[in-house]
């Protein structure tokens, strides 16, 4: 595992978007895994300046998407299907039909699970998966104690994880879905380089758990450690703790 330390998240933003540049330079129709969250943000706004300037060309990217609520509509504007298309399809300049992501309104979660973990195998895996961290070491929506082999599944939320995320849904808890689609550690594992950026003291004990933790459940992202080509960039404040 590489660790990168970088000053602040625009840079840790620019760092990665460049790399998400150079592989679409080298591989225009790549398939980029993109997670949602405050973090990744500044990646996606440093990649969109280098659409606009011309320096990368994403007519033919592809994004697949990591995590969904179960139960909200696809239109809702919190759903991770809405959020990906306005933070990261729209601003790339990126169409719809180039987009894959589980159904978390499908009446057969199950299935659709299994489904989108079959579909990113047959659209030839994941290229560079993004990911962010929860401050409890999950990735995507794995939360602590998900198997390290599995698979895109339906998962129940932490307490933890439903309060920090009601700040999406006006602060309150209860409107936070209980239950989630997430593409499981071994799926996320398969990508062919995972990123994993964190920002923040908040990410401090995290970061420190998935670098220098020993690999465990217990900290989902330590899976991290499995994989043979894994960055974790992180700002000064994230990094306060290794
Ligand atoms: C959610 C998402 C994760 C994300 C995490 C952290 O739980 N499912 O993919 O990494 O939030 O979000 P933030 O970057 O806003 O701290």
């Known amino acids: 595992m590489e660790v990168v330390i970088v000053p602040d998240a625009k840079a840790g933003g620019e760092l990665i978007a460049g790399a998400m540049a150079q592989l679409l330079r080298r591989k225009p129709d790549a398939l980029l895994g993109v997670a949602t969250g ?47 298309r306005r933070e990261v ?25 299994e489904a989108y973990d079959k579909a990113l195998g047959e659209a030839g895996g994941i290229d ?5 961290i929860g401050t409890d070491g999950h990735i995507g929506f794995n939360e602590p104690c998900s198997s390290l082999v599995s698979r895109t599944r339906i998962k129940t939320l932490t307490e933890q994880t439903r309060a920090d995320n009601a700040r999406f849904f006006e602060g309150d808890v209860d409107q936070v879905p209980h239950h989630v689609i997430t593409q499981g550690i071994g799926t996320i594992l398969e990508a062919r380089h995972l990123v994993l950026l964190a920002t923040g003291e908040g990410k401090a004990d995290a970061i420190a758990a998935t670098v220098e933790g020993p690999l465990a ?26």
């Not at 719809?96 to 978390?104: C, E, K, S, W």
């Not at 560079?128 to 962010?132: F, H, V």
């Open 128 to 132: 560079l998966q993004l990911l962010g």
């Open 217 to 242: 459940a217990v900290c989902p992202a330590s899976a991290l450690q499995l994989h043979p080509h894994a960055t974790v960039v992180v700002d000064e404040a994230a990094a306060g703790k290794l």
């Open 89 to 113: 399809l729209e601003p790339l300049g990126i169409g719809p039909d180039a987009f894959m992501g589980p159904d978390g309104s499908a009446e057969d979660v199950q299935a659709a699970c």
């Open 38 to 84: 405050s973090t990744p943000l500044p990646v996606y706004q440093a990649l969109a300046d280098q659409v606009r300037s011309g320096a990368v060309d994403t007519s033919r990217a592809r994004i697949a998407q990591l995590d969904e609520y179960v139960g909200l509509p696809a239109d809702h504007p919190e759903s991770y299907r809405s959020v990906v």
